[in-house]
């Protein structure tokens, strides 16, 4: 408890991320990143590998993108800052919470590196709102990453519409608009990278299905699939029923389109 009341003091959050316990959640996540960081040391550098392949088949197309708009970004363990660095101009971390290591970056690198506090949902400070229209565009210009972000987007909206009495369905509509409104934000960018937590993964059951039919929709609006691997969400030195969560990257790099004649 108390690691994780610094880990929620350092944090930098919007505020209506914060009525909503994205704060609270973000702090829980920094500390178990610490404890469980032999555990998680694959997922970080898969994750990272992917990122960094798909920003460098950016970086080499024919009108490479010179900035790079990184969302889920706000505590840094899974993104190669460095490399990218060498890629792109200018860089924008995209999250609702920041802590110590995104402002170090910040810092370290100004005019380059920017941290930009932002709600990609649209519909934090209003749940009442339609994801679909609500959902901010992402810059055009840009290589655009979204880093394990599709399976969370609903989670604590879902839980306060939940609490204030909407019915099972209605919510389970509203999630699916979230995670469909985020990918269709993707549709005018020419170069873009998605880390999605695909299936939900225990010892000796079925893999479940976090996001089905999301496959084939990729694959129709110009995306490819890209490197899987697991990650032991919570290993047995956590709970006495480990899971864990088959992942996958996707990534996307179109032509630029053909000018007017």
């Known amino acids: 408890m108390i690691e994780e009341a610094i880990a929620w003091a350092r944090l930098d959050c919007l505020p209506a991320?914060?009525?909503?316990?994205?704060?609270?959640?973000?702090?829980?996540?920094?500390?178990?990143?610490?404890?469980?960081?032999?555990?998680?040391?694959g997922h970080l550098a898969h994750t990272r590998a992917a990122l960094l392949?798909?920003?460098?088949?950016?970086?080499?197309?024919?009108?490479?993108?010179?900035?790079?708009?990184?969302?889920?970004?706000?505590?840094?363990?899974?993104?190669?800052?460095?490399?990218?660095l060498d890629l792109f101009r200018q860089i924008d971390l995209v999250d609702v919470c920041f802590g110590p290591a995104a402002r170090a970056a910040e810092r370290g690198h100004p005019g380059r590196v920017h941290c930009v506090r932002l709600d990609?949902?649209?519909?934090?400070?209003?749940?009442?709102?339609?994801?679909q229209a609500a959902v901010p565009?992402?810059?055009?210009?840009?290589?655009?990453?979204?880093?394990?972000?599709?399976?969370?987007?609903?989670?604590?909206?879902?839980?306060a519409l939940l609490a204030r009495g909407s019915s099972e369905a209605a919510v389970e509509r509203y999630g699916r608009s979230m995670q469909h409104a985020h990918v269709d934000a993707f549709g005018p960018i020419r170069h873009g990278c998605l880390i999605i937590e695909h299936a939900l993964t225990r010892a000796g059951s079925t893999d479940e299905w976090l996001l089905p039919g999301l496959p084939d929709r990729l694959v129709s609006t110009g995306w490819t699939a890209g490197?899987?691997?697991?990650w032991p969400l919570n290993p047995a030195c956590e709970t006495a029923e480990p899971e864990g969560r088959a992942m996958q990257a996707w990534f996307r790099s179109l032509a630029a389109p053909a000018p007017a004649p």
């Not at 704060?23 to 469980?36: D, I, M, Q, T, W």
């Not at 790079?68 to 899974?78: C, E, F, S, T, V």
């Not at 490197?227 to 697991?230: G, I, M």
């Open 17 to 41: 991320a914060q009525r909503l316990g994205l704060r609270r959640e973000a702090a829980a996540l920094a500390v178990r990143h610490r404890r469980l960081r032999t555990h998680w040391a």
């Open 120 to 131: 990609v949902s649209g519909v934090l400070a209003d749940l009442s709102r339609d994801p």
């Open 227 to 230: 490197a899987r691997w697991h």
């Open 137 to 159: 565009a992402m810059p055009a210009d840009a290589w655009c990453a979204s880093v394990n972000l599709l399976s969370q987007l609903p989670l604590l909206p879902c839980s």
């Open 53 to 84: 392949a798909s920003a460098r088949l950016a970086a080499a197309s024919p009108e490479p993108p010179q900035r790079a708009w990184i969302m889920g970004a706000g505590l840094l363990q899974d993104v190669p800052l460095t490399e990218l």
